[in-house]
Nanobody, 121 residues
Framework: QVQLVESGGGLVQPGGSLRLSCAAS????????MGWDRQAPGKERELVAV???????NYADSVKGRFTISRDNAKNTVYLQMNSLKPEDTAVYYC???????????????WGQGTQVTVSS
């Protein structure tokens, strides 16, 4: 069994910053691409950022220049540094990771439970 546990969400004023963390634990042989999605009320879930094992990143246009994704491969942890937050960034943020449980298994996508980020004055 694999678990992804997120932390770091909360309430912040416009222009403020938050840092989200997501740690993978359990039966893990290898972790591939990791990322963050978000879902705002009444909207579809959207990709926010992804990062490969080698550190290559990709961002949604709406967060480029404001958010930074990073990872610690030794800790199987992915981070999302969010700066210059806007009210439209308000959403539940979900981390995800491609995880291989054994040498013989294939990569399977796992999801965290989500953490609420609210940007409001």
């Amino acid at each position: 069994q694999v678990q992804l546990v997120e932390s770091g969400g909360g309430l912040v004023q416009p222009g403020g910053s938050l840092r989200l963390s997501c740690a993978a634990s359990g039966r893990i042989f290898s972790v591939g691409v990791m990322g963050w999605d978000r879902q705002a009320p009444g909207k579809e879930r959207e990709l926010v950022a992804v990062i490969t094992t080698g550190g290559t990143t990709n961002y949604a246009d709406s967060v480029k220049g404001r958010f930074t994704i990073s990872r610690d491969n030794a800790k199987n942890t992915v981070y999302l540094q969010m700066n210059s937050l806007k009210p439209e960034d308000t959403a539940v943020y979900y981390c995800n990771a491609d995880i291989k449980e054994t040498y013989y298994s294939t990569f399977q996508l796992s999801w965290g439970q989500g953490t609420q980020v609210t940007v409001s004055s």
